[in-house]
């Protein structure tokens, strides 16, 4: 990455956090000519533990933040697979295609954009903790009209700030590790055991990444994998090709993403259950509007705006856990889907953020949701 040479004594607006939201706030910042300093303790390019698949909306979003994602270092997935022991439902996404892509190469490349669109990176830098008008660095202060919190997860910024009051919460716990092998399927597939789940999806021509998501922080991915006797059977001669990387699964829902001239953004800001895989594609929508609402000087339109992003995720994060805490009624609806495949083209459909159109018949609109409701009352509370 490249080192700055002078730290600004003073911009609009530092971002605390340089992984992807962060980054993609400081593009969407630099569109409206606002001045950006980001500021990460970590050295790029910065890996985690994640299933490093973009749905098509993410690649939308990107494309509207004017990213390109570097030609021959993806690869491309036209749909979602459930695999529940015998039972298996799939479906191709209705407009475009999702691409695997390495944590790391996504990270160079929103860094590259973001340096060209003018945007100051401070790494290996932290922060102390925030004024009424800049950062404190420690060493000197960093004066600005706005700060935007997009540390992650464990968000220091979101402490500072007095926004870690919580509406909604569920912590899972992930592991990642890539295999060297050829990718057999245009599929990324998700293998449901009693209380996990474990994502395949292909990075480039002859990588897989596996990832595990489960409610227990002691399950490690090989034990996972041999318990689902299927993907044993496809892992039993593939290579790792790095070590098992772990990290936390939440689904958090906060009471408010802003506080006078502070914001968060990305996971800082809440975040859905990594099953989804939509962590990344809300970040990119939220920088778009974020940026918008720091250059209209008004953060409530963020707020409402992040609201409206995170509904549908929300949902599917509150579905997709209430599945893996009950394998009979999981078992029940996957076998109603492949009896019914139109219905999880739907639930996809509207996952990627396509509104249900005219097309779609009445029945089939008022069946998607009864499948889950039905159940309801016979479901202890999570």
């Not at 298996?88 to 490349?109: K, Y």
């Not at 600005?144 to 899972?172: F, P, T, Y």
Request: some cysteine.
């Amino acid at each position: 990455m490249v080192i700055m040479d002078r730290m600004p004594s003073t911009v609009d607006l530092v971002i605390i956090g340089g992984g992807p939201a962060g980054l993609a706030v400081a593009i969407a910042a630099r569109q409206k000519n606002i001045s950006v300093l980001v500021v990460e303790r970590a050295q790029g390019p910065i890996d985690k533990a994640c299933g490093e698949g973009l749905m098509p909306d993410g690649i939308a979003a990107l494309s509207r933040l004017g990213v390109s994602l570097p030609p021959g270092q993806t690869v491309p997935f036209r749909g979602i697979r459930f695999i529940d022991g015998q039972a298996s439902v799939e479906a191709p996404f209705p407009d475009g295609w999702g691409l695997g892509i390495r944590r790391t190469t996504l990270h160079e490349t929103l860094a590259k954009y973001a340096l060209e669109a003018g945007a100051s990176l401070a790494w290996g830098t932290k922060v102390r903790g925030l004024m009424h008008d800049g950062v404190d660095l420690g060493t000197h202060i960093v004066r600005c009209r706005w700060i935007v919190g997009a540390d992650g997860q464990n968000s220091s910024v979101r402490k500072w700030a007095g926004l870690e009051s919580v509406h909604l919460e569920r912590i899972r716990f992930g592991h990642r590790r890539h295999f060297e092998l050829v990718p057999w399927t245009d599929f990324v597939e998700v293998y449901w055991g009693e209380s996990f789940q474990i994502v395949l999806t292909p990075v480039n021509s002859r990588l897989i990444c596996a990832a595990l998501v489960s409610r227990s922080a002691r399950l490690q991915l090989d034990d996972a994998i041999a318990l689902i006797p299927a993907l044993s059977r496809r892992l039993t001669n593939a290579v790792p090709a790095t070590r098992e990387k772990g990290a936390v699964s939440a689904f958090r829902i906060l009471r408010s993403v802003y506080r006078e001239h502070v914001a968060l953004a990305g996971d800082a800001s809440g975040s859905v259950d990594s099953i989804t895989g939509a962590g990344l594609c809300l970040a990119f929508k939220q920088a778009a509007v974020l940026a918008e609402a720091i250059a209209g000087n008004n953060l409530s339109e963020y707020s409402n705006s992040h609201r409206r992003i995170a509904g549908m995720p929300a949902l599917m994060s509150l579905l997709l856990l209430i599945l893996g805490r009950h394998s009979l009624l999981r078992r029940g609806i996957l076998c109603t889907f492949n009896a019914k495949p139109r219905l999880f083209s739907l639930l996809l459909e509207a996952h990627v953020g396509r509104p249900l159109g005219p097309a779609v018949s009445r029945h089939d609109a008022e069946t998607l949701p009864q499948i889950f409701t039905n159940h309801t009352s016979e479901l202890p509370e999570s």
